[in-house]
């Protein structure tokens, strides 16, 4: 069976898009053989709650709250509860694993980095970055947005996504040659069911979220929780993104790919 763990969920402390404070998913995703969750509020260029006009200290103490919410509650009930955050940039969300809460309070800057300038950080200090969902389109979207030079890994199965979006996603990650993940993006515990939430099983259960950022960048084996095939169908020729495909140019020091694997019009062939 292994050791189901949510990758990607929300609070309503942090993320305006949740009515659902941290404490309240504890019982509910313990109900449903999780075996921990990680908690990825949307960061302050995203849909979050927290004032932008308030010190960078108190904005980064509020962030954490649902967090922190979810932790006391999972002390309670010896139930792990991690930390990660989703930062967005043109409608491209990333989720960030393996840095804390000092580390926000140490870097007042992020708010303003490039997608490059928070891959280099990131790594510089032991983290990694998953793309979410990198082929949803919504109304906020007005193109889709790839650096695959500037992500560890790709959420390959977005439970709230349309199918086509996570096979999308999937041949992405599968022609990169990276790790896929699968999350539920669940932002309410009223509409929790069982067909509907994600995550990735694993042989060994995390210790600290560095255990799965070990994951991700040395590239361990772990399988996917997919609740119901139909959310990501089988890869058709018909298939195509929902909006413009913007590839972002290679800078010399990449080091890990070439834009030669990208054909001009942003399809990979």
């Not at 949740?18 to 999780?34: A, K, N, V």
């Not at 930062?87 to 491209?92: A, I």
């Not at 809460?101 to 303003?112: A, D, R, S, T, Y």
């Not at 970055?129 to 979207?141: C, E, G, L, T, V």
């Amino acid at each position: 069976m292994g050791y189901l763990y949510e990758t990607h969920m929300h609070t309503c402390q942090a993320s305006a898009c949740s009515d659902t404070p941290g404490h309240e998913y504890i019982l509910r995703y313990m109900d449903e053989g999780y075996a921990g969750i990680i908690i990825t509020d949307h960061f302050f260029r995203g849909n979050c709650r927290v004032p932008k006009d308030l010190p960078w200290t108190e904005r980064i103490h509020q962030f954490c709250s649902g967090y922190e919410d979810a932790l006391n509650e999972g002390l309670r009930h010896n139930f792990p509860v991690f930390f990660g955050w989703e930062e967005n940039f043109e409608g491209d969300e990333y989720l960030i694993y393996g840095l804390d809460k000092q580390w926000l309070l140490e870097h007042p800057e992020m708010e303003h980095w490039t997608r490059e300038e928070q891959f280099s950080a990131v790594h510089k200090d032991s983290g990694c970055i998953i793309q979410a969902h990198p082929f949803r389109a919504r109304n906020y979207i007005r193109k889709i947005h790839l650096l695959p030079y500037a992500v560890d890994g790709i959420e390959g199965v977005n439970t709230a996504n349309e199918p086509v979006w996570n096979t999308l996603a999937m041949r992405y990650g599968y022609f990169l040659n990276i790790p896929i993940t699968c999350g539920s993006d669940n932002h309410h515990v009223q509409t929790m069911c069982t067909e509907r939430l994600g995550g990735i099983v694993l042989d060994k259960p995390l210790r600290t979220i560095h255990d799965y950022v070990r994951i991700i960048l040395e590239k361990k084996p772990f399988s996917l929780h997919i609740p119901d095939p139909a959310l990501c169908p089988e890869w058709d020729p018909s298939m195509h993104a929902d909006r413009e495909v913007v590839v972002h140019p290679y800078p010399h020091d990449a080091g890990i790919y070439s834009s030669e694997h990208f054909l001009s019009d942003g399809q990979w062939s």
